[in-house]
């Protein structure tokens, strides 16, 4: 939330790189970040591309919590281990600590993260490239949003997969 205004964003441009120069010192206000990618609709490439592996994330953390809590191991402790070593990320750091608060507040909004998946699908078919896991990622986020959680976070849609395993991971 809020983050143009707290100059938080990251943009990647797509197009003429005289133009992206020209405009770059407005965007790097309301960004941490500016990338050109090159040509015409590069950028929207690159947000496909970055949306995929936030989406692959969140799934991969939300599956890796629910084990976790299925074997007995204490969610608090899991995150701490998982804020400290190799497998540190934001998404982890931040999704996690919601996940076990039971946050689902909307920052983006889970059926945005759909529309997105959509977007992802036919992009890839457009290539020729597989993506077996984001498309089974793409139907867990359909099938929350199909439950009602659309308006939820998109990290809501770890709650279809606690259902489908039959467990909730909370703070004990």
Excluded: C
Excluded at 78 to 104: Q, Y
Excluded at 119 to 145: G, H, Y
């Amino acid at each position: 939330k809020n983050e143009a205004a707290n100059g938080g964003l990251w943009i990647v441009d797509g197009g003429e790189r005289d133009l992206f120069e020209e405009v770059n010192p407005i965007l790097e206000v309301l960004s941490e970040t500016t990338h050109y990618m090159g040509g015409t609709a590069k950028g929207t490439s690159m947000k496909l591309v970055g949306n995929l592996v936030v989406a692959s994330q969140i799934e991969a953390l939300g599956e890796a919590m629910i084990l976790a809590t299925k074997a007995g191991l204490d969610p608090v402790d899991v995150l701490g281990v998982l804020h400290v070593t190799d497998f540190k990320s934001p998404i982890f750091d931040g999704v996690g600590g919601a996940l076990i608060e039971r946050d689902f507040s909307t920052h983006f909004a889970l059926k945005l993260m759909l529309k997105d998946a959509n977007l992802i699908a036919q992009f890839a078919q457009d290539l020729n490239v597989p993506i077996p896991a984001s498309a089974a990622t793409r139907e867990v986020v359909k099938a929350a949003v199909n439950k009602g959680w659309g308006e939820e976070n998109a990290s809501a849609f770890i709650k279809q997969l606690e259902d489908q395993a039959g467990v909730v991971v909370k703070k004990r």
